[in-house]
């Protein structure tokens, strides 16, 4: 008798046009469910990123687990060359490597001045620049300026996290030497990268900010 009493004012309600507050609650659970399900999927403040062969397929199934990851906090190059006294402003070197570190021989030594080759003459030597020196060079392509950048985030600069499956610091290192002597970076067979594809790879894969 009281299930019918209830059916009965249920469906009096919907003739006479009155909300049915039970049905309406449920209603806004269930349109919020996918919002909710899509924010818990999302990458906290992070960037999906791929090593540089896999960039080409950019493929995250699950067949393809370990070979991407998501890389958190990247600084930006030009932070890195703003900022290079500790303890003052945003200064976000690793401890590691800090700016006063020469840039050749840990970058190989190219051999073009001022674009793969960054040296200055300290008395009456021909020596390597610092990297903070280095930073501050307005080269071609800016290769350098994100490389360097690439390998300070990958070394903890800004307690940045770069997956070893998306790329080692002597992955990038390796990159900036093939660049530095061949004038591009293959990822794969074939598949040559110029300046601009470098610092693309870079910069949309969260490795520079």
């Not at 090593?51 to 995250?60: F, V």
């Not at 600084?75 to 006063?100: C, D, F, I, L, R």
């Not at 570190?101 to 960054?118: Q, S």
Request: hydrophobic share 35%.
């Amino acid at each position: 008798m009281v299930n019918d009493m209830t059916n009965q004012a249920t469906n009096s309600d919907v003739k006479q046009g009155k909300p049915n507050h039970r049905r309406r609650f449920l209603g806004a659970g269930a349109a919020a469910s996918p919002f909710l399900l899509t924010l818990v999927s999302q990458p906290a403040l992070g960037t999906v990123c791929f090593s540089p062969s896999r960039n080409l397929s950019r493929n995250t199934s699950v067949s393809q687990q370990g070979q991407y990851g998501e890389c958190l906090g990247a600084e930006s190059p030009g932070n890195y060359a703003a900022q290079q006294t500790p303890g003052k402003g945003a200064y976000h070197w690793p401890v590691s490597v800090p700016p006063s570190t020469p840039m050749h021989p840990l970058f190989y030594e190219g051999g073009e001045n001022g674009k793969t080759r960054f040296v200055k003459q300290q008395g009456v030597q021909i020596v390597s620049m610092t990297l903070g020196e280095a930073l501050n060079v307005n080269a071609a392509g800016q290769v350098h300026f994100h490389l360097i950048a690439a390998y300070l985030n990958k070394m903890g600069g800004n307690g940045a996290v770069i997956p070893d499956a998306v790329i080692t610091a002597q992955a990038i290192l390796d990159m900036w030497q093939e660049y530095a002597s061949r004038g591009y970076f293959e990822p794969m067979a074939g598949v040559k990268w110029y300046a601009g594809d470098i610092v693309d790879y870079l910069k949309t894969n969260g490795i520079v900010g």
